[in-house]
C-alpha cells in the first residue's frame, strides 16, 4: 500500500523559552517497520523541514514548523495517511490537519498514533470524524498489522490495539495489544526518510548541544506507576531493554552513516538494571567508540553508585537528569514516587564527582500540596546544590490524558468527561502565570512566586558554593559551547531573539527567560 506517515506540528506557549526540535522516533520507528513490509512509505515531518518557523495559532500559543497548508501540499496521494500526535496540546491543531488531508484526499484512511492517541483514543475519534483508525501503544505492529487488514479487507475486530468505525458509525475499539518482548526484533528508525541533516547541522536535540545528536532508546516501558505519569496507559509498567550488542551496533551505525557525535536517548527509564549499564559502557571502551551520550529524559539513581559512574563518565557519557519530581516525603508518597531522597543524593554524588553534569526535575502544584510541603523541597534543593548539581528545572503540575490523577480530576468534575480545547489549549503554558492551577491551595500566581524564589535559592547556593559556574555560563554563552542544560536553555534563547531581531513577531521577546 501507499503509506504517508506525518508529523503535526509542535504547539507551545509563545512565551516558552524552549522548544527543542527533536526528531520524531516513534514515527521513524513505524516507517522502517512499513518499509520492512514492503509498503510504498514517505514522510512529511512539518517540523524538521520548517525548524526555525514559528506561526501563530490561538490563545496566546504558537506552532512550529510548516503551515498546515505546506503539510497538505507537500503530503502525496496516499491510500492511508498516518498522523503522529504525542502531545495533548497539539491535538486541536493535529484535528484541523487531520479535516484538511480529508478535504484534499477524501477516499484516503487517516490513522492517528502516539501518547495522545493512545490516552484519548475515543473521545479523539468521536471529536473527529475524519479520523479512520487509532493505533494504541507501540505503534509497529499495529500498524503492519491493520494495513495487511485492510488490503486483504479482512475482520479489523481481530486486530488488537485500535480503535476504529463500524458501518453505523459508532467508535469501536479492540483488546490492547501486548508489549513487544524483543526489541532487537524491530528494525531501527528509517531516518532515510526524513529530513534528518536539519536536525543535525544546526545543532537541534533534546539533549544539550554537544554535536551531531542522534536520537535513541535502548528500552521502552517504566516499571513505576508515578500518578501524574501516562505511562500505564501508553507502555504499561513492563519495563524492556534491548540487547547491549544491538544498541552498539545502531551506535556504530549512526557514527559511520551520520558522523554522529553524541547520542540522546530518550528512554522513559534507561538505567535499571545495574549489570546492563556497566556491560554497556564496558563495550563502549572495549571497542574504542568515541561518542558523547545523555539521558536529558531523566533516569532512576538506583543503580547508579560510586562504582557504575566512572563508567558512565569513561565511556562518553557527559549529561543526566534526575526527576524525583519533589522534596517532601508527604508529596512522593501521594504521586507513588519511588524515591528515597537520601539515596538519589548518593547517586548524584557519585555522578558529579565522576564528571557527570546533573540536572533535577521538579513540580509544584500537585492537586493536595499545600504551603507545608515547600520548605523540605526547598531544603532538598539546597542539599543538592551543595552536591554539585548544576541545574533544575520546575514545572506546573498538569494533569494529562492517561495519567492517575487525570483520571481522578475528571471524577471529581474538575476536568470534563468530554475534553475540549480550552483544557487542551492550557497545556503549553510552563511558566505557571498563564497556565491553569490544578492545586486549590495555590493560585497560579502563587505558584510562579513560589517556583522564582525556588529558582533563585537554588542557583544562589549553587553558584555560591561553585563560584566559577556562572562565569562558564557567560562564557559558554559567548562562545556557543553548551554544557549544561542552562547553556542550551539560554542558547535556545539566543536563537529566538535572533528570529525576532529577523522580524518574526511570532515570539515575545519580553517573557523569554533561561528557565
Known amino acids: 500500500m501507499k503509506v504517508c506517515l506525518v508529523r503535526a506540528p509542535l504547539t507551545l506557549s509563545k512565551y516558552a523559552s524552549a522548544s527543542p526540535a527533536v526528531p520524531p522516533i516513534g514515527l521513524a520507528y513505524v516507517a522502517a517497520m512499513l518499509v520492512h513490509d514492503g509498503h510504498d512509505v514517505s514522510v512529511v515531518d512539518s517540523i524538521g523541514e520548517a525548524i526555525d518557523e514559528y506561526i501563530p495559532f490561538r490563545d496566546d500559543t504558537v506552532y512550529r514548523g510548516l503551515t498546515l497548508e505546506q503539510i497538505v501540499e507537500r503530503s502525496p496521494a496516499a491510500d492511508v495517511f498516518g498522523v503522529s500526535v504525542m502531545f495533548s496540546q497539539d491535538w486541536p491543531l493535529t484535528r484541523i490537519l487531520i479535516q484538511k488531508l480529508k478535504d484534499r484526499h477524501p477516499h484516503s484512511l487517516i490513522v492517528c498514533g502516539g501518547e495522545h492517541a493512545t490516552a484519548e483514543s475515543k473521545g479523539s475519534m468521536e471529536g473527529c470524524p475524519e479520523l479512520d483508525f487509532i493505533v494504541s501503544g507501540?505503534?509497529?505492529?499495529?500498524?503492519?498489522?491493520?494495513?495487511?487488514?485492510?488490503?486483504?479487507?479482512?475482520?479489523?475486530?481481530?486486530?488488537?490495539?485500535?480503535?476504529?468505525?463500524n458501518s453505523a458509525g459508532e467508535v469501536l475499539h479492540t483488546p490492547k495489544r501486548a508489549r513487544v518482548k524483543s526489541l532487537d526484533e524491530i528494525p531501527w528508525p528509517a531516518w532515510d526518510l526524513f529530513p534528518l541533516e536539519n536536525y543535525l547541522s544546526a545543532g537541534h536535540g533534546w539533549g544539550v548541544n554537544r554535536g551531531r545528536s542522534m536520537p535513541m532508546v535502548a528500552s521502552r516501558g517504566c516499571p513505576y506507576q508515578c500518578t501524574f505519569c501516562s505511562n500505564p496507559q501508553m507502555w504499561t509498567p513492563r519495563w524492556v531493554v534491548r540487547s547491549v550488542d544491538d544498541v552498539i551496533a545502531e551506535i556504530k551505525f549512526y557514527i559511520e552513516k551520520y558522523q554522529a557525535k553524541n547520542i540522546d536517548f530518550q528512554d522513559l527509564t534507561a538505567i535499571i538494571k545495574k549489570d546492563w549499564i556497566i556491560s554497556f559502557c564496558q563495550k563502549l571502551i572495549e571497542e574504542n567508540i568515541v561518542i558523547t551520550w545523555q539521558l536529558p529524559t531523566g533516569t532512576r539513581s538506583e543503580a547508579i553508585d560510586e562504582e557504575v559512574a566512572p563508567y558512565l563518565y569513561a565511556s562518553g557519557c557527559r549529561n543526566m537528569t534526575y526527576a524525583p519530581e519533589s522534596g517532601d516525603l508527604e508529596v512522593l508518597k501521594r504521586i507513588k514516587k519511588k524515591v528515597h531522597l537520601d539515596a538519589i543524593i548518593k547517586s548524584t554524588r557519585a555522578a558529579v564527582r565522576a564528571?557527570?553534569?546533573?540536572?533535577?526535575?521538579?513540580?509544584?502544584?500537585?492537586?493536595?500540596?499545600?504551603?507545608?510541603?515547600?520548605?523540605?523541597?526547598?531544603?532538598?534543593?539546597?542539599?543538592?546544590?551543595?552536591?554539585?548539581?548544576?541545574?533544575?528545572?520546575?514545572?506546573?503540575?498538569?494533569?494529562?490524558?492517561?495519567?492517575?490523577?487525570?483520571?481522578?480530576?475528571?471524577?471529581?468534575?474538575?476536568?470534563?468527561?468530554?475534553?475540549?480545547?480550552?483544557?487542551?489549549?492550557?497545556?503549553?503554558?510552563?511558566?505557571?502565570?498563564?497556565?491553569?492551577?490544578?492545586?486549590?491551595?495555590?493560585?497560579?500566581?502563587?505558584?510562579?512566586?513560589?517556583?522564582?524564589?525556588?529558582?533563585?535559592?537554588?542557583?544562589?547556593?549553587?553558584?555560591?558554593?561553585?563560584?566559577?559556574?556562572?562565569?562558564?555560563?557567560?562564557?559558554?554563552?559567548?562562545?556557543?559551547?553548551?554544557?549544561?542544560?542552562?547553556?542550551?536553555?539560554?542558547?535556545?534563547?539566543?536563537?529566538?531573539?535572533?528570529?525576532?531581531?529577523?522580524?518574526?513577531?511570532?515570539?515575545?521577546?519580553?517573557?523569554?527567560?533561561?528557565?
Open 138 to 165: 507501540e505503534g509497529e505492529y499495529t500498524m503492519s498489522e491493520l494495513l495487511l487488514t485492510l488490503d486483504q479487507k479482512g475482520d479489523l475486530s481481530k486486530v488488537s490495539g485500535i480503535h476504529y468505525r
Open 355 to 515: 564528571g557527570i553534569n546533573v540536572k533535577y526535575n521538579f513540580i509544584f502544584g500537585f492537586p493536595e500540596d499545600t504551603y507545608a510541603n515547600i520548605p523540605s523541597t526547598l531544603w532538598f534543593m539546597w542539599r543538592i546544590a551543595l552536591v554539585g548539581v548544576s541545574d533544575i528545572s520546575i514545572a506546573p503540575f498538569s494533569p494529562y490524558p492517561g495519567s492517575e490523577l487525570f483520571f481522578k480530576l475528571q471524577r471529581e468534575g474538575k476536568i470534563p468527561a468530554k475534553l475540549d480545547d480550552a483544557y487542551y489549549m492550557s497545556i503549553p503554558f510552563s511558566d505557571m502565570s498563564k497556565t491553569v492551577s490544578w492545586c486549590e491551595n495555590f493560585s497560579p500566581k502563587a505558584l510562579n512566586r513560589l517556583r522564582n524564589v525556588a529558582m533563585m535559592s537554588f542557583y544562589l547556593v549553587s553558584w555560591l558554593t561553585h563560584p566559577l559556574r556562572p562565569f562558564r555560563v557567560l562564557t559558554n554563552l559567548l562562545t556557543g559551547r553548551e554544557e549544561s542544560r542552562m547553556d542550551k536553555a539560554l542558547a535556545d534563547m539566543k536563537r529566538r531573539m535572533r528570529l525576532l531581531s529577523s522580524k518574526k513577531e511570532t515570539l515575545n521577546p519580553g517573557s523569554v527567560s533561561p528557565f
